[in-house]
């Protein structure tokens, strides 16, 4: 979880700014950068990240726009070996850390926020995606057999680093889409000294979430 903030932070930064900036040209630039604004209009979803290194679920992320201009959402994550689930029905949150047999209730949630189609939770806008055109330095792509490809983006860890004050060594992205364009995968990458984290999402239930119930209750 706390790699994955400055990642939302940096995209803040460069999206009120960059939009006049050089492009700078990459494998599939095309492809991705319409799916990633395609998953801006989404109007519910499901993100599951996995642990590359683990190959275990770190984090389920839900999502609906309701009708009446609220969004509920569902946020299930596992913090220092505690599950920690949020929800909101687009009217009041609930929060409970879970580990081992305590459980504590309430008062911890993230940001006790209500969130609305006009102002939405900023993991259901697609910005989980990480793609920033201007800090990119280099980009490959492979393609196998079966059709399917991948496109490798490659990030200015100097610019990252001048950016959010971090001290990032290397910064790399990958969209993995099959042979009918059809969005796969989305793994990101970093490292920083001696720590490293590399981590999957996958995409479900794109515009096809219609209930999300409260498992707190």
Known sequence: ??????????????????????????????????????????????YVLTNLATDETDQVFSFMNNADGTQSYLYERIVDGALCVEY?????????VEKGD???????????????????HPYSTGDLLFYVNLYASGSASDTDADGKVTYTYIYDTEKINKALGTSLDSFTTTYTFDKDGNFLNFTQTNTDGENSYAYMIEVLDVNAVTELENPIG
């Open 1 to 46: 979880m706390k790699r994955i903030i400055p990642i939302l932070l940096l995209i803040c930064i460069c999206f009120t700014g960059c939009s006049l900036k050089k492009v700078v040209e990459l494998e599939g630039r095309e492809q991705v950068e319409a799916f990633v604004a395609e998953a801006k209009t989404w109007q519910s979803g499901r």
């Open 88 to 96: 909101s029905d687009g009217k009041e949150v609930s929060f409970v």
């Open 102 to 120: 305590v459980i504590a209730d309430g008062e911890g949630a993230q940001s006790n926020v209500l969130y609305t189609v006009e102002n939405p």
